[in-house]
C-alpha cells in the first residue's frame, strides 16, 4: 500500500502563487513518474504535469511558463508552484505516483492522492 498525501491548496487572486506539496509513503522500493493533475467542476481530470525520477517534466500547454514541478526523491515529495494563476487554474488538484513496492518480485503501483482545492479568484 501506497499512500499520498497532498497539501498547499488554497484561495488566491488571479496572479497569485500556490505551491502544492504531496508526499508518499508506505511500501515503497521506487517511485518512477510523479504527476499532478486537476479536475474542474464539470470537466474530465487532466494532466498539469508530470516528472521522471531522472528529473525529466513534461507540462500541459496551459500551464507552461507559470507552474514548476520538482521532487525531492529522498522524500518521495513532488512539489507543484503555480505563478501568474488565472481563475480557468481553479480545479481540484490531485498527485499521482507510479512505481514499485516491496516485494519479491517487486509489484507495480499506482496511487492517488485525496486532492487539494486550488481557487483561483478574478
Known amino acids: 500500500q501506497v499512500q499520498l498525501v497532498e497539501s498547499g491548496g488554497g484561495l488566491v487572486q488571479a496572479g497569485g502563487s500556490l505551491r502544492l506539496s504531496c508526499a508518499a509513503s508506505?511500501?515503497?522500493?521506487?517511485?518512477?513518474?510523479m504527476g499532478w493533475y486537476r479536475q474542474a467542476p464539470g470537466k474530465q481530470r487532466e494532466l498539469v504535469a508530470a516528472?521522471?525520477?531522472?528529473?525529466?517534466?513534461n507540462y500541459a500547454d496551459s500551464v507552461k511558463g507559470r507552474f514548476t514541478i520538482s521532487r525531492d526523491n529522498a522524500k518521495n515529495t513532488v512539489y507543484l508552484q503555480m505563478n501568474s494563476l488565472k481563475p480557468e487554474d481553479t480545479a481540484v488538484y490531485y498527485c499521482?505516483?507510479?512505481?514499485?513496492?516491496?516485494?519479491?518480485?517487486?509489484?507495480?503501483?499506482?496511487?492517488w492522492g485525496q486532492g487539494t482545492q486550488g481557487t483561483v479568484s478574478s
Open positions: 516528472i521522471t525520477s531522472g528529473g525529466s517534466t
Open positions: 499521482n505516483a507510479e512505481g514499485y513496492g516491496l516485494g519479491l518480485p517487486p509489484p507495480r503501483f499506482g496511487s
Open positions: 508506505g511500501s515503497i522500493f521506487s517511485i518512477n513518474a
